[in-house]
């Protein structure tokens, strides 16, 4: 990626439609040779897809709740209950993690702070099984590394983020989504920012909808300096906001090195504690793109102020920006 903005954008393989009925046309034409009387026997192929929903569920003081079996979970779409046809607890699948660290101006003097609270997370969470890919953003966004397991790698990707001036958040979250949608597995984006955007070509719409596409759960780490609080533009908080509970993520505010290195661990907790529900949707009855999901836990008493996070839906049809 190079010049003023990126212009290498990452280009994902388009997923077929989630749901097709296709009706043979040899049925057809053999019900037309029928008699009248005899009933034709149209034959329908469906084709569906696989939906996977990561699901993270947390206590009334916000810890992750292990432990929970198939049958503590009920799952809907568009309001229909749906069978559950896979259930796994996530610890053991592998992860492909997008680390996108905000290098603009403002956020220069906490930068190298910054730089160390990542490595010490990217040592304590990954696995040989496991990948990240460190970017880098400001008035361009730039991938340091590809996605590795190797720390050495890692670690210099992350030394050698490029300063710059002005912020491309909606580009680093539409680009860094791009490249997580070619990734198997869980697929998450953790985010450090100070929440401003000032340059990106995409907008806040266009980001989203890349990060649900490419079924990428979001991680917020609001990085705010106390003496400037009183005066900051909280538009870009507002989006990384909503744009973590949607994609079923997280949001964090950090004004210490302390409070980074507690967020991280927590995501950290939370990756390792979290349940895979997979199902082939049923027939719907809307003709919407976007379909919504819920989830809810039964069964244990402490249900009721369980908090459960998931993403809010997919698309059937992909974007072509």
Do not use: W
């Amino acid at each position: 990626m190079s010049g003023r903005t990126q212009t290498h954008i990452f280009h994902g393989m388009l997923k077929p439609t989630t749901l097709s009925l296709l009706l043979l046309a040899s049925a057809l034409s053999h019900a037309q040779q029928q008699p009248a009387q005899t009933p034709p026997e149209n034959t329908l192929k469906v084709d569906v897809k696989l939906v996977n929903v990561y699901v993270t569920v947390t206590d009334s003081h916000g810890a992750p709740v292990a432990g929970l079996k198939k049958e503590n979970f009920k799952l809907q779409e568009d309001g229909r209950d749906q069978t559950i046809s896979v259930f796994d607890k996530e610890s053991a699948l592998p992860l492909s993690i997008a680390l996108a660290i905000d290098t603009s101006l403002s956020t220069r003097r906490d930068l190298p702070l910054e730089q160390a609270s990542a490595k010490r997370f990217a040592r304590a969470l990954l696995r040989p099984v496991d990948a990240l890919s460190v970017f880098g953003f400001s008035e361009a966004v730039l991938q340091s590394t590809g996605y590795t397991s190797d720390m050495k790698r890692i670690e210099s990707g992350i030394d050698h983020v490029r300063l710059g001036a002005a912020t491309a958040l909606f580009d680093a979250i539409y680009l860094a989504s791009h490249s997580l949608d070619r990734r198997q597995g869980r697929k998450v984006m953790v985010l450090i920012t100070d929440g401003g955007d000032t340059i990106s070509r995409v907008d806040y719409k266009e980001a989203v909808r890349a990060a649900e596409e490419a079924e990428a759960i979001v991680y917020s780490i609001i990085v705010v300096p106390i003496e400037s609080s009183a005066g900051r533009e909280t538009g870009g908080e507002n989006a990384l906001i909503q744009l973590s509970e949607d994609t079923g993520g997280k949001y964090y505010y950090a004004t210490s090195v302390s409070q980074l290195d507690d967020a991280f661990r927590q995501i950290s907790d939370e990756l390792r504690t979290q349940y895979l529900l997979a199902y082939y949707p049923s027939q719907r009855l809307s003709n919407s793109q976007f379909r919504r999901i819920q989830v809810a836990v039964t069964g244990p008493t402490e249900a009721t102020s369980y908090h459960v996070r998931h993403r809010a839906g997919y698309y059937t049809v992909k974007s072509d920006f």
